[in-house]
């Protein structure tokens, strides 16, 4: 069994602790507030039964864990704390320690390099739905795909990044190692960048988004600035076209989940801060990098923005 | 005294009807449906005092008022409205008819002239507020500006302008002859396109989409890509550059006006159509023509678009 420590206990951290430690793991949390997790146990239902679990540790001061020698750190924080997150972490990363990254969008990796050793870090694309019911009880919805691991540059051994993938396989998760998790990350981020903000905006479902000429012409100007950035970036992408992409979005990916509304559009119902800044706003900044700005999804940012405030 | 149509009995056909009328000339209106002005009066309140005037006719039937020798037609409806109303008084021009488009945005004129004499056609920019309460009543809350009126190309003989906007100035309505009238309308184009629509997508004041950072980079991108067009269209506009442009915006034209909520958020409020297609649609059309889309005016078009369905 083996030490792991999950960061943050929101929708996608809860089901990790609570598959991982009902498997028989010792698992820890950590979050940024101990006192909203007075609960004893975790619970999580949904289309995967009935779970509960009581970790070994919750703690928002990683001093009272820095003496266990972690196997496996899950990062599983918004986008816009992943710097922290890290920084939080550093000092818990042992020479055994391997950290998977979950968050959505693009630059987790890249922030995490910069405090971390690259070849401990593995993104994870997580593409099952959950969500947060109230502190330590999360409901999983949907799941769309498993959960792909992988090593960004492929730097990780092997044997270690596929027995990091049997560990949460094991646990009930379903999980696939990936040699090609940046392209499939990016599958991600397109698809998020195209629907989540202008859902937001127009508190419309995917399925609606699609269907508006006017909605429709927007997403396609996305995903077309999206694959220039790319392409301007040397970012290998798993269609050759934005017009490829563009097909099999509307055939393929739109109609399962049209009746969804995009978190974002929850996150800015509750007043909470969006993603904007690891999915279109990341795509700003990768464009301006180069020289290049991406007109539509610079507009798109703005607007989300205004509207987080 | 003149024989006088009013096309459409709006917030600004209803006030120069109103004026019109009570000084003593023989005025008439058209409107799309007759049926809804089963009023005795039209009546006009407000800061110019209160107004009230029987009309010689209303009708949404030209045949009725064909043999009126008409020396001046204001045509006064949405934007949107221009060409279906130049068609319905088309057979009403005659030898001395003067034509005054009053409506907002660019392109009114040009659709206009397809159907009479370019030097009819005069073009008067209304910067007064007024509201409809119900038919046949309006209110008028802000005056901005005198009613500017002129020939865009300065085709029409002077004195005749002149005459035309004695006319109205006599009435009670504070207007001035212009001969930069291309220029004026493309000031009011430059502040409504940067405003209105922002406003009525995010229901924010003009005050408030100055002050947040998000909202005055979006509009500061409208208003740079409507410089980049019109120089691109040889447009002569008031500014010598966007820069300018913008310093005046902020600090002269918002402050006076930072409580109001565009016209266009009612509009999206009430479920009408806007006048989208006549001011940042116009922006997109010309750049367009000439190989250049504005992506920003471009998305935010749409965006108001989604939100009319």
Chains 1, 2 share one sequence.
């Not at 619970?43 to 928002?60: M, Q």
Request: hydrophobic share 40%; proline share 3%.
């Amino acid at each position: 069994m083996k030490n792991i420590l999950i960061v943050g206990l929101g929708a996608v951290g809860t089901v990790f602790a609570t598959f991982l430690k009902e498997y028989g793991h010792r698992v820890y949390a950590v979050v940024k507030d101990k006192s909203k997790y007075s609960c004893n146990s975790l619970k999580v239902d949904g289309i995967w039964g009935e779970h509960t679990a009581v970790l070994n540790g919750i703690t928002d001061n990683t001093q009272e864990i820095k003496n266990i020698n972690f196997d496996l750190i899950i990062v599983a924080v918004k986008s816009f704390d992943t710097e922290n997150a890290v920084k939080t972490i550093k000092e818990l990363v042992k020479e055994n320690t391997i950290v998977i990254l979950t968050q959505n969008g693009y630059g987790n990796y890249e922030t995490a390099i910069k405090y971390l050793p690259k070849e401990k870090v593995l993104l994870g694309r997580v593409i099952f739905g959950s969500k947060i019911n109230k502190p330590c009880y999360a409901t999983i919805t949907v799941n769309a795909d498993d959960v792909r691991i992988g090593h960004p540059e492929n730097l990780t051994e092997e044997k270690k990044v596929i027995e990091t993938v049997c560990t949460i396989k094991h646990s009930g998760i379903p999980a696939t190692y990936s040699k090609d998790i940046y392209k499939i990350l990016w599958d991600k981020i397109l698809y998020n960048s195209a629907l989540n903000p202008l859902g937001a905006i127009l508190k419309k479902r995917y399925g609606e988004l699609a269907e508006n000429p006017y909605t429709r012409e927007i997403m396609n100007n996305i995903i077309k600035e999206i694959f220039d950035v790319c392409r301007l970036n040397d970012i290998q992408l798993n269609f050759s076209s934005a017009d490829e992409y563009i097909e099999f979005f509307y055939t393929k990916l739109i109609p399962p989940t049209k009746d969804h509304y995009p978190s974002m559009y929850y996150d800015l119902l509750s007043g909470k801060r969006t993603e904007t800044d690891a999915l279109n706003g990341a795509i700003v900044k990768l464009g301006e990098k180069v020289g290049y700005t991406p007109k539509v999804n610079k507009t798109i940012v703005n607007i989300v923005k205004a509207l987080e405030i």
